[in-house]
């Protein structure tokens, strides 16, 4: 599996709507449901931003941490179910784990 990050085909809504969630976190805003939700299963203080996308009708997740210097996008991906898939709590887990040793 390629370990890289790129934003997926969002829909120009979707898009301006993901940046500005983004831009809010930045900013030092604590986001809530339906905007934000915890991500235990990744890790402690690990939640994921939630954006529909009504042109491409494709529900987008971006998991995310808030450290004290960034807001690291851990991973951007379709979700397609209820439950996020193994293989994706696995991956984020992993990019989190490298990061944090440096």
Same mark, same amino acid.
């Given at each position: 599996?390629?370990?890289?990050?790129?934003?997926? &085909?969002?829909? @120009?809504? +979707?898009?301006? *709507?993901?940046?500005?969630?983004? $831009?809010?976190?930045? =900013?030092?805003?604590?986001? !809530?449901?339906?905007?934000?939700?915890?991500?235990?299963?990744?890790?402690?203080?690990? &939640?994921?931003? @939630?954006? +529909?996308?009504? *042109?491409?009708?494709?529900?987008? $997740?971006?998991?995310? =941490?808030?450290?004290?210097? !960034?807001?690291?996008?851990?991973?951007?991906?379709?979700?397609?179910?209820?439950?996020? &898939?193994?293989?994706?709590?696995?991956?984020?887990?992993?990019?989190?784990?490298?990061?944090?040793?440096?």
């Amino acid at each position: 599996m390629i370990d890289t990050l790129t934003t997926p &085909p969002l829909g @120009r809504i +979707a898009r301006i *709507e993901a940046g500005d969630l983004l $831009r809010r976190l930045q =900013r030092g805003e604590m986001l !809530a449901m339906p905007a934000s939700r915890p991500m235990p299963r990744i890790g402690r203080g690990v &939640p994921e931003l @939630r954006v +529909a996308d009504r *042109e491409t009708k494709v529900d987008w $997740r971006i998991v995310y =941490r808030i450290d004290v210097d !960034a807001i690291l996008v851990v991973h951007w991906f379709e979700k397609g179910s209820r439950i996020t &898939p193994g293989r994706i709590v696995d991956l984020c887990k992993r990019r989190l784990e490298r990061y944090d040793r440096g």
